[in-house]
C-alpha cells in the first residue's frame, strides 16, 4: 500500500488495525487524515479523502465501514481545505464549487456522519471560507477575499443562526 493510512487503537499492539480500505479508490490517491479533517460524529469517523476532487468519507473504525458518503439531500459536497469544527452531535465545515460563471463558492456545511444528515447550512454568495472554529456552542469562521474586507461569521447550525458579525477588516 502506497500513501497515509488511518489506524484504529485501543492502545495496545494486539488492538491496533488499519480502520481503511479506501474500497473504489484507486490508487495511487491522496487521502487526507489531518486532524483538522478528521471528526468523530454519531458513532462515526467523518475524514476527507482526495481524488477527484476532496470528498466526504465515514467508517465506524473498521475498514469494512469506510465508504463515501452518497445521496446526500442536495448532493454531496465537495469538501473545501478548511477545518472540520464540533457543534454537538454533529460537524460544521466549508463545502467548495464552481458557480455557472466560473467562480468558486464556498458554503458551509453541517453533518451527522451520515448522507442524509449532511446538508448546506446556508447559500451564500461566491466567496472563500477558512477558520471554521468551535465556541460555547456556536462555530465561527472567515469570510476572506483577496480585493476586499474579511468578515467573520457565526453559526448555530441552521440557516437563520448563520450570520456575518460586524464589519470587514
Request: proline residues 6%.
Amino acid at each position: 500500500d502506497t500513501g497515509e493510512q488511518l489506524w484504529s487503537s485501543d492502545g495496545t499492539a494486539a488492538g491496533t488495525r488499519r480502520a481503511t480500505a479506501l474500497r473504489g479508490v484507486s490508487t495511487p490517491c491522496e487521502p487526507r487524515f489531518r486532524a483538522q479533517h478528521l471528526a468523530w460524529v454519531g458513532g462515526r469517523l467523518l475524514f476527507t479523502v482526495f481524488q477527484n476532487g476532496p470528498k466526504l468519507w465515514t467508517t465506524r473504525g473498521d475498514w469494512h465501514s469506510a465508504a463515501p458518503l452518497k445521496a446526500c439531500p442536495g448532493g454531496c459536497p465537495a469538501v473545501a481545505d478548511a477545518s472540520f469544527a464540533p457543534l454537538g452531535n454533529r460537524v460544521v465545515f466549508a463545502s467548495r464549487e464552481t458557480t455557472p460563471d466560473g467562480n468558486t463558492a464556498m458554503d458551509p456545511w453541517i453533518s451527522d456522519g451520515t448522507a442524509a444528515g449532511t446538508r448546506r447550512i446556508r447559500d451564500l454568495e461566491p466567496m472563500w471560507l477558512r477558520a471554521f472554529t468551535a465556541a460555547n456552542g456556536l462555530v465561527f469562521f472567515e469570510e476572506f477575499h483577496d480585493y476586499a474586507d474579511d468578515f467573520l461569521w457565526v453559526t448555530d447550525g441552521t440557516a437563520g443562526g448563520t450570520v456575518r458579525l460586524g464589519v470587514g477588516r
